[in-house]
């Protein structure tokens, strides 16, 4: 989204999560955005070997915390026009998503993921 304003609300892809954030600050390529709501949850895992549990540091990824602020390429920016939902609400949703996804097959990883989700909530949500 190269014409974002300042103070605009939009959606943003960040590493494997997705937020609801407002522009904060145009740096040519990138926008820095503070985030509002978890839109998308975070993959667990390691990034660049999705999906798999061996011979890899398994990440535990949690989501971005309320007015954290990212820096985000134009290109993954996208327009927000709906309500913005409070970012306790929103983060819970998405965790209960990613939950529901991970639970419709029985896999290595999908089980890794779904621990790994179940100690960040423990931990910090």
Request: a neutral charge; glycine letters at 4%; zero cysteines.
């Amino acid at each position: 989204m190269q014409d974002a304003k300042i103070g605009q609300v939009v959606r943003a892809n960040y590493n494997s999560g997705t937020y609801i954030g407002e522009v904060m600050e145009d740096r040519g390529n990138r926008y820095l955005i503070k985030v509002l709501a978890v839109h998308k949850h975070p993959m667990q895992g390691d990034l660049h070997n999705p999906g798999k549990i061996d011979d890899i540091f398994f990440h535990e990824r949690k989501a971005l915390a309320f007015t954290e602020k990212m820096n985000v390429a134009k290109s993954a920016v996208k327009p927000f026009d709906e309500e913005v939902p409070e970012y306790q609400v929103s983060l819970k949703q998405a965790v209960r998503v990613l939950k529901d996804k991970l639970s419709e097959k029985d896999t290595a990883y999908n089980q890794k993921a779904l621990e790994a989700l179940v100690e960040l909530e423990r931990k910090y949500y």
